[in-house]
């Protein structure tokens, strides 16, 4: 977690541009905020706990002098309470190197004991004042230069980590490294700069270069040279990146998760519609997927992974490979793998979900699946990230920078990359015909104008009606069966992480079994109840929960008056094939999390004590 950005360029007024891109970092945390430039022989350094609005008070109150190169952070505290002397950059204690870090220096406690034994002295509770320091040492020990300090220090460390270092001692110049913690390089004619994603620098270039794990780089404002984990010079080809700056703004919407959830359709379209054939109906994905016909036709068992809302995601893409594909298969959190016994991976894919590509437990998985002779593909909808990198092969979803906390479209771009690639394997192995391909493919296509209606002024209406009255509840459970039942585990995620009202999902089938003795008239029940193969048991579901005075909040389709009938508030949905019905039943639940937490005055974009990317363990 923790956002970087630092820039060193030919210009000198370079303090409000990289303030700029630190403010579309604020969602990887947020509990302090700071800058440092060097001037002369100084480093001028200002912090501040809290948002990064507070910092920009302290420079308007305390204004930095005129820099060409800056580094910059906003912080989710790990070691060291939220407070001004633990915010980031921190200095040396003789003031000459300053640092910017995101991750974990593991071995932190002992490398100070250390360095305070050496006669070092530290003023804040962080393991990055603790790094800076021994940069320094090893700066002064060995008089070497700052390169060959970072890179001496580094070896002792153990842990993750991006870093930035700059000093006045070396003038114009910044040394960026990296290990399981992202760090991206962008290029441009009037300098380089670094930041934690490429969304961060798009005002400034979209041209990009990423470190790999282990690499270091030191940036001048006219060439970046690049370093290799064994610290020789080594080189890589830039690219472009397909984002435009726009997609990383708000564009008038008073939160980025209100403009996320809308551009859904949008996602669909991108995601989907020219990877796929219309007529064959087959599924054609880029080279990067790097998986063979062969490969597929072999395949015995698929293994879904993720995190959070991405797992949910993979909850959904084990249903769908089973459907179509008749590829049987299992979900894990990614956290749990590593404990899992080391079963045979010949004949075994496992898919790796995850928006950022930048989640650590996810990564860990990845790894481990690949250490014992797995193969990954991933799907991820950040290019150039670490799942995206070190996959063996990669499916992108296109659904443009997501910044808002609470995952939306990229969910609804995983679900859409799930669905082609579940027909794509169904019709590998032979078990969807040409014109089943078709078929659903044509659904797929369909679904795009059936989901404006969503967003029509009545449906709202119906949104915000349930929305009033679930902002006054403390506790409510999510019900669903079969492909719903992922939808109740997305929709009680969303809001619980943004309204923090206690909200769990549940399989209908469950509630008899337990939680049936919560429903109560202040606890309601939220059922997901479109048609299909568990409709009717929905039907009944709800009619338990009423005959307990329980309120419910029903997704049902439009005009569906058995759902209305046992509804206290409907909100109503197109009616689109079983399978695609998961896209759809998820758009109401995020607006109604949106609703209940606009109405409870929540930090929507930016909820407490959680960070966009978790690139911690
Ligand atoms: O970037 P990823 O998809 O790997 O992130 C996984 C989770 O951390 C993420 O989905 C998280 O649960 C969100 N806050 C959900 O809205």
């Not at 995101?102 to 962080?126: C, K, M, P, V, W």
């Not at 078929?439 to 969503?454: E, F, Q, S, V």
């Not at 409510?476 to 109740?488: E, V």
């Amino acid at each position: 977690m923790c956002g970087i950005v630092a820039a060193v360029t030919t210009r000198d007024d370079i303090v409000s541009e990289v303030l700029t891109g630190l403010k579309t970092l604020e969602y990887r945390g947020y509990d302090s905020a700071g800058v440092a430039v060097p001037d002369q022989n100084q480093i001028h350094l200002r912090r501040r706990m809290g948002k990064i609005s507070a910092l920009e008070q302290e420079l308007k109150d305390n204004a930095l002098p005129k820099a060409s190169s800056a580094v910059a952070h906003t912080r989710w505290a790990t070691h060291g309470a939220p407070s001004d002397r633990n915010a980031h950059p921190h200095m040396d204690d003789a003031k000459e190197i300053v640092l910017v870090h995101n991750g974990i220096i593991e071995n932190y406690a002992e490398l100070r004991a250390r360095l305070q034994a050496d006669g070092h002295e530290f003023s804040s509770d962080t393991d990055t004042e603790v790094l800076v320091n021994l940069i320094a040492f090893h700066r002064r020990k060995n008089s070497i230069d700052l390169h060959q300090a970072v890179q001496l220090a580094l070896k002792e460390v153990h842990g993750a980590y991006a870093i930035v270092v700059l000093s006045p001692l070396e003038p114009d110049t910044l040394i960026v490294a990296r290990v399981d913690s992202p760090l991206v390089v962008g290029l441009s004619e009037n300098g380089q700069f670094a930041a934690s994603d490429m969304p961060a620098l798009l005002h400034l270039t979209r041209e990009f270069l990423i470190l790999e794990n282990g690499e270091s780089a030191v940036l001048r404002p006219d060439v970046v040279t690049l370093f290799d984990a064994d610290g020789n010079p080594t080189q890589r080809e830039s690219f472009f990146c397909e984002w435009t700056p726009e997609q990383a703004e708000k564009g008038g919407y008073p939160h980025f998760m209100l403009k996320e959830i809308e551009e859904q359709p949008d996602v669909l379209a991108r995601t989907a519609f020219d990877r796929f054939h219309d007529e064959t109906g087959d599924v054609i994905f880029e080279p990067a997927f790097a998986f063979s016909e062969d490969d597929l036709i072999g395949l015995e068992r698929i293994r879904f992974m993720a995190m959070g809302t991405s797992f949910h995601s993979a909850l959904l893409g084990q249903q769908m490979m089973a459907e179509l594909a008749a590829v049987p298969g299992t979900t894990l959190n990614a956290s749990e793998f590593l404990y899992s016994p080391k079963l045979d991976e010949a004949n075994t894919l496992t898919v790796i979900l995850s928006q950022s590509g930048e989640t650590a437990d996810s990564l860990r998985a990845m790894r481990e699946v690949q250490s014992r002779g797995g193969r990954i593909l991933g799907i991820c909808n950040v290019q150039g990230s670490t799942l995206a990198r070190e996959a063996d092969g990669l499916v992108l979803t296109h659904c443009g920078p997501e910044v808002g906390v609470a995952s939306t479209k990229a969910f609804f771009g995983q679900l859409t990359a799930l669905y082609l690639l579940a027909i794509h394997i169904g019709r590998a192995r032979g078990h969807l015909s040409s014109k089943q391909g078709r078929d659903l493919l044509h659904d797929l296509r369909a679904l795009r104008p059936k989901l404006d209606g969503l967003f029509h002024a009545e449906t709202q209406a119906c949104v915000k009606a349930a929305a009033d009255y679930l902002a006054g509840v403390s506790s409510c459970l999510f019900l669903g069966r079969g492909f719903q039942f992922p939808i109740a585990l997305e929709g009680a995620l969303k809001l619980k992480e943004i309204s923090y009202i206690h909200a769990e999902g549940y399989p209908a089938g469950e509630m008899k079994h337990g939680p049936i003795a919560l429903i109560a008239e202040d606890f309601p029940v939220i059922a997901i109840a479109t048609p299909g193969r568990t409709y009717q048991k929905m039907l009944s579901n709800m009619e338990e929960v009423r005959a307990r005075k329980g309120k419910v909040i029903a997704v049902g389709v439009h005009g569906d008056t058995q759902v209305q009938a046992q509804a206290d508030f409907f909100l109503p949905v197109p009616d689109v094939p079983e399978l695609l019905a998961p896209m759809v039943n998820v758009i109401p639940l995020q607006q109604l999390s949106y609703q209940v937490a606009l109405k409870l005055g929540r930090d929507i974009d930016q909820p407490r004590n959680l960070a966009k990317s978790v690139t911690v363990e």
